[in-house]
Structures are given as C-alpha cells and as structure tokens.
C-alpha cells in the first residue's frame, strides 16, 4: 500500500479547522487551501527533492436546478537546493502570478495559509452550494518542467483575440484550462478531497 503511488482519499466529513475555505464575493468563488497539505510527509519528501512539486486544485457543485459547474486552479512548488528558497508559480482565473524567494519552510507555510484562488466567476452572482474540493499532487520530471517552461511561455505570449480585459480574461481562461487539461494526463502521486460549505461574504 506504499509508495509514490498511493492515492490518498480524505473521507468529506464535517468542517474542521484546517480544512479549505470556499467564499462567494458577488460573482466570484475563491478558495482557501487545507493547511495540512504542506505537512503531509509524502508531499514535503517530494517537495524537498529538489523537482517541481504541481498542485491540481478543482471544485465541482450544482446549483439549485442541478447543473453542474466546476472550477480549476494549478500551483507548481519548488524548492532549491542551493539556495534553500523556495519558488511558488499559481495559475487561476485572474491568470499567473509568480511568487519569488520564500527563504524558508516557515515562508512557504505563511504563504500558503494566505493564498486564496479564484476558481469560479459568474457575470451575476455566484452560486454558493455545498462544494467538493479536490487537490491532487502530481509528479514532474526535470524535462517536464522544462518543456512545461516553453509551452507557458508560447502559450502564454500570444496576442491574437480580443484585446482589453475581456480579452485577457478570456486568454487566462484559455491557458488555465489547457494547463488542466495537461494536468489530467498525469497519474497523481497523492489525492485529497473535501466536502466544503460555501460562505457568502457580508
């Protein structure tokens, strides 16, 4: 039952302090992670290795009718070596951002308690229902990375659709759901799943 390639599944049970936080802002859903990830001692061997650790994080629900609708969002840990820093890149709805240097596993920690991903956003108001949350650790080889660098960095510089923000929104849809779907291929080394409440914000 050990190994790399043991799914872990975290039984959706009641809220307990630690879990994932879903809040509805308006139209927007976002979503605060589990703080017991980090400490799980597969995730913190893989991190540790030097090789970039990627972090699927999805949400599905349905609204009162019944319709489906989900949400993704990835995060690629890495940690160096030399430097004993640790590098964090995040792809959500508002796009990529790129954190630098978190000099130390209590940095990396802060970090991640006050990361929150747009995962949903509706033009009105955003349903706020009973959500499963899953966040999946997958593995990525040195030459992955490598080719997942160029990929992005194609992908990520075209210009070609609508300009603005409607369009930039738009092309963060686009490269988001392609980094999912590439994602997906991959057998994860780890699952986790929850059951969560959604929080209106006041």
Not at 89 to 108: F, I, S, Y
Request: with cysteine; proline share 5%; net charge neutral.
């Amino acid at each position: 039952m050990g190994g790399w390639w043991l799914l872990v599944a975290l039984a959706l049970a009641p809220p307990v302090e630690g879990d994932p936080r879903l809040q509805q802002r308006g139209g927007d859903l976002w979503l605060t992670l589990s703080q017991s990830v980090l400490g799980e001692a597969e995730v913190r061997d893989y991190l540790d290795s030097g090789l970039t650790t990627s972090l699927l994080v999805r949400i599905q629900f349905r609204d009162g009718q019944g319709q489906r609708f989900e949400g993704s969002a990835r995060i690629d840990l890495r940690f160096e070596p030399w430097d004993e820093v640790y590098f964090a890149t995040v792809w959500d709805l508002n796009g990529m951002h790129v954190q630098q240097e978190l000099k130390n596993r209590a940095a990396l920690e802060q970090w991640w308690r006050a990361l929150q991903l747009l995962l949903y956003r509706d033009k009105g108001v955003a349903p706020c229902r009973p959500t499963r949350v899953s966040l999946e650790v997958l593995p990525f080889s040195a030459q992955e990375q490598n080719n997942a660098r160029n990929w992005v960095r194609e992908v990520g510089g075209t210009r070609d659709g609508p300009s603005g923000a409607e369009g930039q929104s738009t092309a963060n849809i686009q490269l988001l759901n392609v980094l999912v779907a590439t994602s997906m291929q991959r057998k994860p080394l780890m699952r986790f799943t929850w059951r969560v409440s959604c929080l209106r914000e006041p």
